[in-house]
């Protein structure tokens, strides 16, 4: 875990405001996205490691009992989520190529990259806690709730900025259903059985 914070310090050293650009992504009015402000790729790759990092302890914490935690299956667990993750990435640029949605889409998931860094700047204390009191079950309604959070907050966001029809609604839901909850599902189901198996 010090190691994962570790990782959000150096991000915010390496690109400045890089945190608190994820809190102003969710409040701002309009379509504001922050391509004008200087990309740095360490920055950039601390926070995303910051993330997956939060991600993957999070899976492996509702996956095994705290007091048989190893570094090897937390690393499994990990590797199991990138791959997860990049999949994704390459669905987007394929949807992106395919439907055109390039500028409008991009947008909107620059704003989804933001509220994943809030929410797992908000959920390292509660992984702390966790961590510390290592029920299994208490572990998989607050990853539960946590998911739910983000989602929420994530299609508030989209909403504001992504539909202005309701072929738009169904876009979003599409999305939602494909590029959301079926990779957190495959990466759960994956991270169980590689865990059980160590």
Not at 23 to 39: A, C, D, V
Not at 90 to 107: A, N, P
Request: glycine share 6%.
């Amino acid at each position: 875990m010090l190691v994962l914070l570790l990782c959000a310090v150096l991000a915010e050293l390496f690109q400045p405001g890089v945190i608190s650009q994820a809190k102003s992504s969710l409040l701002t009015q309009g379509e504001r996205t922050y391509k004008e402000s200087p990309m740095n790729f360490m920055g950039q790759f601390m926070i995303a490691l910051f993330r997956l990092g939060m991600l993957s302890m999070a899976v492996y914490l509702c996956c095994r009992h705290v007091s048989s935690f190893t570094f090897i299956g937390f690393w499994m667990v990990f590797g199991i989520a990138l791959a997860v993750t990049i999949g994704k990435m390459i669905c987007h640029q394929i949807l992106d190529y395919t439907f055109r949605l390039s500028r409008r889409f991009g947008d909107v998931y620059e704003h989804y990259g933001n509220i994943a860094t809030l929410v797992a700047l908000l959920l390292y204390p509660v992984l702390l806690f966790l961590l510390l009191l290592g029920y299994l079950q208490v572990n998989r309604i607050v990853f539960a709730s946590v998911v739910l959070v983000f989602m929420l907050l994530w299609l508030y966001r989209a909403f504001r900025m992504f539909v202005h029809s309701p072929r738009d609604i169904i876009y979003l839901a599409a999305y939602m259903c494909t590029l959301e909850v079926l990779p957190l599902a495959i990466l759960y189901k994956l991270s169980d059985k590689t865990i059980s198996i160590l």
